[in-house]
């Protein structure tokens, strides 16, 4: 990924809280003579390797975990806020002009080697702390015992489990940094001026970067 210094993010506890706040990440692995993409939520396992460990499952019919390289490491993508920004917002427009539109967005590259896991015990345990992690805000929690005991046997024979640990991660926060404060700060207004929750999070990652 290109990476300007201005906008490389190598704080880990960072990297890892967008990876948890965004967990449906874009594997994409060799497979065929060509490129795979599967769209799989993970968990982050931060006590597991340097970088980390991610932890998932795929449906045993999808044939990525049969095909996935394995010689060339994987690397899943996890997307967080992004927004087209306006150079309207910008003092500098009204000054001289010189101004054109951009996007700004945070993301997150993890490269590693996958690993399957095609263990019962495992596969339970996992997606009994899937659920949890995601049911938590819940009123209610449904927990996976919920489930008939048969049903859940059943199914765990249709899933694999997917392990990634992480070789290396890449982080891009791209939150115009490169634009002068008082732009910056007109993108800020600009961005709470609109009704959505992602332009929410922009505006909160470019506040976080002002001087």
Known sequence: MYIPKAHEETDLA???ALMRAHPLGT???QADGGLLANHVPFLVDA???EHGTLIAHVARANPVWRS???SVDSVVVFQG????ITPSWYPSKREHGKVVPTW???VVHAHGMPRVIDDAGWLLAHLNRLVDTHEAGHAVPWKVAD???DFVARLLETIVGIEIPIARLEGKWKVSQNRPEADRAGVVAGLMGRDDEQSAHMAALVRQHLP
Do not use: C, D, F, I
């Open 47 to 49: 006590e597991r390797g």
């Open 104 to 106: 700004n967005y945070a």
């Open 81 to 84: 806020a992004q927004t087209y």
């Open 147 to 149: 489930a008939p005991a």
């Open 27 to 29: 594997w994409v692995t």
């Open 14 to 16: 960072v990297l890892h």
């Open 68 to 70: 996935y390289s394995r």
